[in-house]
């Protein structure tokens, strides 16, 4: 939740949309002058919030929503089955140089790579057989660096970065062992790559927080040509 709010204060956006908003934990943190709507499914506008949408995101942002300077998705795309179509409507709600912000837990962290080969799941995605309701807050699409990144760049979105979080890195001696060849690989493209682009990919892709971080928080922004 700061590093969102330290993101935003450095573009101070005159206009928010918090999607899925959650209790409203943005607005208490934003210091600079800005209006902000919210859409949930299931929470209610909380105070703060100049307009309030309880709607199911499965089918993208309501057309009839404004456009806005940012738009911040917390913990919310790993609940879609649906992630490419909501993230084309937020494009379609965002002004020129606008930016989104996207944060969701991390599953190529080493931890999480050992459940998976155990177990055949990540952490935070069960097996939901015999628990699936449509609607629900089930966790049904884990996310790393390099998939966020794919789906941004479908959506349309540019300036794709990860941002650091405070969390230690790697949490246990163990994982340090498992993610070195991931990091090595990295920074191996990174020094092979072509372009400015593909360089800061592979360096976000081989950090810390992307193989060892337990949360991803990425910024992309739109250029839209007139």
């Known amino acids: 939740m700061p590093i969102v709010a330290k993101i935003l204060e450095k573009k101070q956006p005159k206009t928010i949309l ?3 908003s959650g209790d409203g934990w943005l607005t ?15 929470e209610r506008r909380k105070k703060g919030y100049r307009d309030f949408l309880q709607v199911d995101l499965e089918n993208g942002l309501p057309r009839e ?4 300077d940012a738009v911040v998705c917390c913990e919310g795309i790993e609940h879609l089955g649906n992630p490419l179509l909501f993230l084309k409507t937020i494009k ?14 991390n599953i190529w962290n080493p931890s999480s790579k050992i459940k998976f080969l155990t177990r055949g799941f990540f952490p935070g995605f069960p097996n939901l057989a ?3 309701e449509i609607g629900s807050h089930m966790h049904i699409m884990p996310w790393s660096f390099p998939w ?8 349309g979105f540019e300036g794709i970065r990860l941002h650091e979080v405070d969390e230690k890195k790697p949490k246990h001696i163990i994982e340090k062992i498992f993610g070195w ?46």
Not at 28 to 42: A, Q, V, Y
Not at 181 to 202: G, H, I, M
């Open 18 to 20: 918090d999607v899925p």
């Open 28 to 42: 208490d943190l934003l210091k600079f002058h800005h209006e902000i709507d919210g859409i949930d499914l299931f």
């Open 65 to 68: 929503l404004p456009n806005y």
């Open 92 to 105: 379609d709600h965002i002004n020129n140089e606008g930016i989104l912000v996207v944060t969701t837990p």
């Open 130 to 132: 015999g628990k699936i």
């Open 148 to 155: 966020l990144y794919l789906y941004l760049t479908l959506a």
């Open 181 to 226: 060849p991931q990091t090595f690989y990295c920074n191996r493209k990174a020094r092979q790559a072509v372009s400015d682009e593909l360089k800061l990919y592979w360096k976000d892709a081989g950090s810390l927080q992307s193989v060892y971080g337990r949360r991803l928080v990425v910024s992309a922004t739109v250029q839209k040509r007139l």
